[in-house]
């Protein structure tokens, strides 16, 4: 969709509708991830266009994972070599964030890790545990390291609000 944007002038309908579908996701990416801005400039779109493009090929549902296949694209673009070495576990929190805040499955958290990550990586996203509750996204030190994803990322759900079963890595949805 970002592609056919262009094919309108800035002052029709159609490029209007095209910039008002898009703006959602813009806000997704960069206020929760403004070091992106700091790799694409201000407006984000040297970043925000390409990706588009590329999770609109690659058929990305864009949901609580995107963050993840934003970073998969950054490691493939032109920003690969600047990439800050945060960005990855900021991203895994943002995408443990996003899934605490919009599942409306059972399970009471979400674990993900990088198996890519210089040290093990183990970040878990959680939902609210009572009424007046916060969700919570935290960063996990296991005394035993948990085998690497056989992806670069990976996740596995927790049935309740202790991480006590390891059920094994789920790869991360499309």
């Known amino acids: 969709m970002p592609a056919l944007q262009s ?3 800035r002052e029709s309908a159609a490029f209007v509708r095209i910039d008002t579908s898009l703006r959602a996701y813009w806000h997704t990416l960069f206020d929760v991830c403004p070091a992106l801005l700091e ?3 201000p407006d984000g779109l040297r970043i925000f266009r390409p990706f588009m493009a590329w999770a609109e090929a690659q058929r990305l549902s864009l949901g609580w994972s995107v963050y993840l296949w934003v970073y998969r694209w950054l490691c493939q673009s032109e920003f690969a070599a600047r990439l800050p070495p945060t960005l990855a576990e900021t991203l895994l929190a943002a995408s443990a964030a996003r899934w605490a805040a ?3 499955g059972r399970h ?3 674990v993900l890790a990088d198996a890519q990550a210089a040290s093990p990586v183990l970040v878990a996203g959680w939902k609210c545990a009572s009424v007046d509750g916060a969700r919570r996204v935290e960063r996990i030190a296991l005394d035993e390291p948990l085998d690497a994803p056989p992806d670069r990322f990976g996740h596995f759900l927790v049935p309740g609000f202790t991480l006590d079963t390891f059920p ?4 991360v949805p499309r």
């Open 102 to 104: 919009v599942d409306r």
């Open 7 to 9: 094919d309108f002038a």
């Open 39 to 41: 790799l694409s400039g």
């Open 168 to 171: 094994g890595w789920m790869a």
């Open 108 to 110: 009471a958290g979400i």
